[in-house]
C-alpha cells in the first residue's frame, strides 16, 4: 500500500508492524514523535508491546538491557543529547550482546544548542559496539528498521538506524508500507541468546571480569562485530525477496567511467545524486558512492570501490574536532592507507546543525575534487 508518512511516522509504523514486546523511551527532537505515535498504537491495543515511559535516556536503555536479557525483542528512540545521556548504557547493552533496535533522529548535540539534523550524536557513539545505519530517504528508514530486528537477533549485537533530522523526520514522503502480517512472518518469534527468567538453565550475566577474563569477552565482543556484514548481506537478500526492495551496503552511483567520486551517508545522497546527473550532462566523469552501513565499517568492500577512483571526496555531516578530517574520512584514509595506488582524498564537513546542502555545494565538491586541487586540509562547505 502506498501512503504518504514522514521519517517518524514511517519509522513508528514500522515499530507497530513489527509489535515488540517492550519499548522504554524517553522523549527529546526531533525523534519524540516516533515513541508519540507508537504510544498511541499500545493505548489502541494494536499492540502487544509493554510501554515502559522513564524518567531519562539513560534510564530508557537500562530498561531495554533489562527486557532484553530476559528473552524479549525491544526497540527504542532516541536523538542528541538523549543518545549522549545512553552512552553509559550502549556499552553494556553491545557487551551483553542484546539485540536491541534503536531509531535515531540524528541531530547536533550541544554546545550551542541546536534541535537540526546532522550526524554528532550517531557517530559518537560509534566505538560503542552498535552496529550503525545511516538511510538516505523514509522509504530507506522504514525498510531499515524492519531488517534491522533480523540482523541484530542473528548477529546477537544492538544496531541503531538514523535518519537525519528534521531533513527525514520531519518531512512527508510516499512510501509503499507493507502487510502487518508479511512483516511479523519475515521477522519469525525472537531467538534470544540467553533468558535470565529461564530458571531451569540459570546464568550469571555482567559479573565482574578484571584481567582474568575481560579481555576474552571484548575479543568475544569484537569478533562478533567482524561477522555481522554476511548477517547483513544475508538478511537483505531476504528482505529483497520477500518485498522486492534492496539496499546495497555500498552503493556506486554512476561510478562506471568515473574519475572522481564523493562518499557520504544519510540523506546527503540525494542531493549528490542531482549533481552527479548535472554534472554527467556536461560530460563530467562523476559519480557518487553511498555508504549505508558506518558500523561494521565495510573497508574490503570500500577498499575495492575507492581503488578505482584519481580523487575521492569524503562528505561528513559531523567534525572529529581532531584538527585532520571528519571521522568518516579519517577511517576512509586508513582503508586505503596500504595500497600500492592510492587516489587523492579530500575531506570536507557540510551541514553542521541543520545548515542547508544545496546541490550548488554538492557541485563545487565534485568539481573541486575532479580539479585535484585542495587549497586546505578540510573544507567547511557553507559556514561563513
Given at each position: 500500500?502506498?501512503?504518504?508518512?514522514?521519517?517518524?511516522?514511517?519509522?513508528?509504523?514500522?515499530?507497530?508492524?513489527?509489535?515488540?514486546?517492550?519499548?522504554?523511551?524517553?522523549?527529546?527532537?526531533?525523534?519524540?514523535?516516533?515513541?508519540?505515535?507508537?504510544?498511541?498504537?499500545?493505548?489502541?491495543?494494536?499492540?502487544?508491546?509493554?510501554?515502559?515511559?522513564?524518567?531519562?535516556?539513560?534510564?530508557?536503555?537500562?530498561?531495554?538491557?533489562?527486557?532484553?536479557?530476559?528473552?524479549?525483542?525491544?526497540?527504542?528512540?532516541?536523538?542528541?543529547?538523549?543518545?549522549?545521556?545512553?552512552?553509559?548504557?550502549?556499552?553494556?547493552?553491545?557487551?551483553?550482546?542484546?539485540?536491541?533496535?534503536?531509531?535515531?533522529?540524528?541531530?547536533?548535540?550541544?554546545?550551542?544548542?541546536?534541535?537540526?539534523?546532522?550526524?554528532?550524536?550517531?557517530?559518537?557513539?560509534?566505538?560503542?559496539?552498535?552496529?550503525?545505519?545511516?538511510?538516505?530517504?523514509?522509504?530507506?528508514?522504514?525498510?531499515?528498521?524492519?531488517?534491522?530486528?533480523?540482523?541484530?537477533?542473528?548477529?546477537?549485537?544492538?544496531?541503531?538506524?538514523?535518519?537525519?533530522?528534521?531533513?527525514?523526520?520531519?518531512?512527508?514522503?510516499?512510501?509503499?508500507?507493507?502487510?502487518?502480517?508479511?512483516?511479523?512472518?519475515?521477522?519469525?518469534?525472537?531467538?534470544?541468546?540467553?533468558?535470565?527468567?529461564?530458571?531451569?538453565?540459570?546464568?550469571?550475566?555482567?559479573?565482574?571480569?578484571?584481567?582474568?577474563?575481560?579481555?576474552?569477552?571484548?575479543?568475544?565482543?569484537?569478533?562478533?562485530?567482524?561477522?555481522?556484514?554476511?548477517?547483513?548481506?544475508?538478511?537483505?537478500?531476504?528482505?529483497?525477496?520477500?518485498?522486492?526492495?534492496?539496499?546495497?551496503?555500498?552503493?556506486?552511483?554512476?561510478?562506471?567511467?568515473?574519475?572522481?567520486?564523493?562518499?557520504?551517508?544519510?540523506?546527503?545522497?540525494?542531493?549528490?545524486?542531482?549533481?552527479?546527473?548535472?554534472?554527467?550532462?556536461?560530460?563530467?566523469?562523476?559519480?557518487?558512492?553511498?555508504?549505508?552501513?558506518?558500523?561494521?565499517?565495510?573497508?574490503?568492500?570500500?577498499?575495492?570501490?575507492?581503488?578505482?577512483?584519481?580523487?575521492?571526496?569524503?562528505?561528513?555531516?559531523?567534525?572529529?574536532?581532531?584538527?585532520?578530517?571528519?571521522?568518516?574520512?579519517?577511517?576512509?584514509?586508513?582503508?586505503?592507507?596500504?595500497?600500492?595506488?592510492?587516489?587523492?582524498?579530500?575531506?570536507?564537513?557540510?551541514?553542521?546543525?541543520?545548515?542547508?546542502?544545496?546541490?550548488?555545494?554538492?557541485?563545487f565538491v565534485f568539481e573541486q575534487v575532479l580539479s585535484g586541487k585542495k587549497d586546505e586540509l578540510v573544507t567547511y562547505i557553507g559556514v561563513r
Amino acid at each position: 500500500m502506498i501512503v504518504a508518512k514522514t521519517g517518524n511516522e514511517a519509522l513508528a509504523y514500522a515499530m507497530k508492524q513489527i509489535n515488540p514486546d517492550v519499548v522504554a523511551a524517553y522523549p527529546i527532537t526531533p525523534s519524540t514523535e516516533i515513541v508519540q505515535i507508537f504510544s498511541n498504537y499500545v493505548s489502541d491495543g494494536e499492540v502487544d508491546t509493554e510501554f515502559v515511559a522513564v524518567e531519562s535516556e539513560h534510564s530508557a536503555m537500562t530498561a531495554c538491557i533489562g527486557a532484553a536479557a530476559c528473552g524479549c525483542r525491544v526497540m527504542t528512540a532516541t536523538a542528541s543529547q538523549g543518545l549522549a545521556l545512553m552512552h553509559e548504557m550502549l556499552f553494556i547493552a553491545a557487551g551483553l550482546r542484546l539485540p536491541i533496535v534503536m531509531a535515531v533522529a540524528s541531530r547536533s548535540l550541544s554546545s550551542p544548542l541546536n534541535i537540526h539534523g546532522d550526524h554528532s550524536d550517531s557517530v559518537a557513539s560509534r566505538d560503542s559496539g552498535w552496529m550503525q545505519f545511516f538511510c538516505e530517504t523514509v522509504q530507506e528508514g522504514y525498510d531499515t528498521l524492519i531488517q534491522a530486528v533480523k540482523i541484530a537477533e542473528r548477529a546477537y549485537l544492538p544496531a541503531l538506524v538514523a535518519i537525519d533530522g528534521f531533513i527525514l523526520s520531519h518531512c512527508q514522503e510516499r512510501i509503499e508500507i507493507f502487510d502487518d502480517r508479511d512483516v511479523r512472518e519475515f521477522l519469525g518469534k525472537p531467538k534470544p541468546n540467553y533468558n535470565l527468567l529461564d530458571w531451569r538453565n540459570p546464568i550469571l550475566v555482567g559479573p565482574a571480569t578484571l584481567q582474568d577474563y575481560y579481555f576474552e569477552f571484548k575479543r568475544s565482543e569484537i569478533e562478533g562485530m567482524n561477522r555481522a556484514l554476511p548477517i547483513i548481506e544475508e538478511v537483505q537478500e531476504e528482505f529483497k525477496k520477500r518485498f522486492g526492495r534492496g539496499y546495497p551496503v555500498l552503493e556506486e552511483y554512476r561510478c562506471d567511467d568515473a574519475e572522481a567520486v564523493v562518499l557520504v551517508m544519510g540523506s546527503a545522497c540525494g542531493t549528490c545524486r542531482v549533481a552527479v546527473d548535472h554534472l554527467r550532462a556536461k560530460g563530467k566523469r562523476v559519480g557518487m558512492v553511498k555508504l549505508r552501513v558506518f558500523r561494521p565499517l565495510v573497508h574490503p568492500l570500500l577498499k575495492k570501490s575507492l581503488a578505482k577512483f584519481k580523487a575521492v571526496g569524503v562528505l561528513d555531516r559531523v567534525d572529529a574536532v581532531n584538527s585532520y578530517g571528519g571521522p568518516l574520512f579519517t577511517e576512509v584514509s586508513s582503508v586505503l592507507y596500504d595500497l600500492p595506488e592510492r587516489p587523492k582524498l579530500f575531506s570536507y564537513v557540510y551541514g553542521l546543525g541543520g545548515r542547508e546542502f544545496a546541490p550548488e555545494d554538492a557541485t563545487f565538491v565534485f568539481e573541486q575534487v575532479l580539479s585535484g586541487k585542495k587549497d586546505e586540509l578540510v573544507t567547511y562547505i557553507g559556514v561563513r
